[in-house]
């Protein structure tokens, strides 16, 4: 038997997180208000450089707020990637608007030159709307999501939104810390470039509140629109009046305490995960290159091979858990009707990645341990 079992991607709580939540606990504020929340807000925002943030319950809720506070409409088109999380596209269904799948570049995220393509050949622009030829829908928004902590090329895709007046919503859920270190958006962080930023605190994300999110901006009208459609739109606090449709997406002060004592090591924990991706290197194992013009906080590490069903069940056999990346979105059932423009990178990328372990709590020791098991699989092929 093997020695121990290496996980994926797992929380490291090994800061003030006890201390914070058994306070949390003491004071007996342990529900959607209570001191941490703003705590945690205010970090947060402070961190990304932004002037407020707006806590919720999880990513995919900070997305479904932010696609409301920036108004899209149902029936109207939304520019998404298909190679990500399922989360980063359901809240464009939530609100009744329609996704239109997009290939991804060399950085795994949306493609700007196919973007581009799409709204010069198949829309047509009368200086104020986009309109899908197709479908003669209106096309009003995008959501470009920051894979596994590599940034998509903001300044290609903030020309291109700007020149056809689409709003820019960044799921920046797995990107927390990755920021440009050069050009136009020189010290911008993920999520705080577009128009509105979402981070998610999920147990597998670079920190953890157990599940949880947080939506940012440069405009702190919409994080204040966010939290006041967080709170069941409530206008009166006494009388508990609602003149619209709200939602119970607002993070609880447990929550928030946990999040502000990962907060807290969130450079160390991308110190850690910088060091293991340069180790895994060292060993001979070649990952996907993050961008060169960023700071990446090397949430997830990526392995090409051929053989990637081959490499899971052989890492799996000797304790060790990896996976693929997501099932193309526009190939999932729910979406199987939706329009997709010229898929092929993702297609390609889909059947070679393996993420391999890259928690912040992994040792050098296992880290030597994968490379030495992916080293084998490799001599067992030929
Ligand atoms: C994790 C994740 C989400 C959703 O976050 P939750 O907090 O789990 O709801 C959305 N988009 C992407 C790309 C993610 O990785």
């Known amino acids: 038997m093997e020695k121990q079992f290496i996980p994926l991607s797992v929380p490291n709580l090994k800061g003030n997180e006890l201390a914070y939540v058994t306070e949390a606990v003491k004071t007996e504020w342990v529900s959607t208000a209570g001191p941490y929340i703003a705590d945690f807000e205010k970090a947060a925002a402070d961190y990304v450089h932004v002037p407020a943030a707006c806590a919720c319950q999880s990513g995919t809720a900070g997305l479904h707020l932010a696609l409301k506070v920036l108004g899209i409409q149902p029936g109207e088109e939304v520019l998404v990637p298909t190679l990500t999380f399922v989360a980063a596209v359901n809240p464009v269904h939530y ?112 920190i953890t509140t157990g599940g949880g999110g947080m939506v940012v901006s440069q405009n702190p009208e919409l994080t204040e629109r966010c939290r006041f459609l967080s709170t069941q739109a409530k206008k009166d606090t006494v009388y508990f009046v609602h003149e619209e449709i709200g939602y119970n997406y607002r993070m609880t002060n447990l929550q928030a ?98 993420n391999i372990p890259c928690s912040s709590n992994l040792e050098g020791e296992s880290v030597k341990r994968v490379a030495e098991r992916i080293h084998s699989f490799l001599k067992e092929q030929t």
């Not at 999040?259 to 293991?276: H, V």
């Not at 091979?305 to 890492?315: A, E, V």
């Not at 000797?318 to 297609?347: C, D, F, G, M, N």
Request: glycine share 6%.
């Open 95 to 206: 609100i009744g608007a329609d996704p239109v799948f997009m290939d991804c570049d060399d950085t795994l995220t949306l493609d700007p030159k196919k973007l581009k393509r799409f709204c010069e050949e198949e829309c047509e622009f009368d200086g104020n709307i986009l309109k899908n030829k197709t479908s003669c829908r209106k096309v009003t928004a995008l959501v470009v999501v920051h894979v596994f902590g590599n940034l998509a090329d903001m300044e290609e895709i903030m020309s291109l939104a700007g020149t056809y007046h689409l709003k820019v919503i960044e799921d920046a859920t797995e990107a927390l810390g990755s920021c440009y270190r050069e050009g136009a958006y020189e010290g911008r962080y993920a999520g705080t470039i577009g128009d509105i930023g979402v981070f998610s605190f999920n147990g597998n994300k670079i």
């Open 257 to 354: 305490a946990l999040g502000l004592a990962q907060l807290e090591q969130l450079e160390e924990f991308i110190r850690i995960k910088k060091e293991n991706y340069e180790l895994y290197q060292k060993e001979g194992i070649k990952l996907l290159p993050f961008r060169s013009d960023i700071r990446s906080n090397y949430w997830f590490y990526s392995y090409l091979t051929d053989n990637r069903d081959g490499l899971i069940r052989y890492l799996e056999q000797h304790q060790i858990q990896s996976r693929p990346v997501w099932k193309l979105i526009h190939t999932l059932k729910p979406y199987a009707e939706s329009r997709a423009y010229q898929i092929e990178k993702a297609l390609w990328y889909y059947d070679r990645i393996v």
